[in-house]
């Protein structure tokens, strides 16, 4: 007969975080995002300043 002691004695759940393992690929990944990330706020504040963004286009005519 099953007494208080019936079903799961421990919750099966594995360690939380233990088994990061970052590769050389996913180094130079999230490097790579930084620098986009840097990129795209410098080029924000160049907005923001007032800078031309690109001096290439149509000319207009005198």
Do not use: C, W
């Not at 002691?5 to 393992?21: F, I, N, S, T």
């Not at 490097?31 to 690109?54: F, N, R, T, V, Y």
Request: hydrophobic share 25%; proline share 3%; glycine share 14%.
């Amino acid at each position: 007969m099953a007494g208080k002691d019936g079903g799961k004695k421990k919750p099966l759940k594995k360690a939380k975080g233990d088994d990061k393992v970052e590769t050389d690929e996913d180094l130079a990944f999230k490097e790579k995002q930084k620098e986009q990330q840097k990129a795209l706020q410098d080029l924000k504040a160049g907005i923001k300043s007032g800078k031309p963004m690109g001096t290439g286009g149509m000319k207009k005519s005198k």
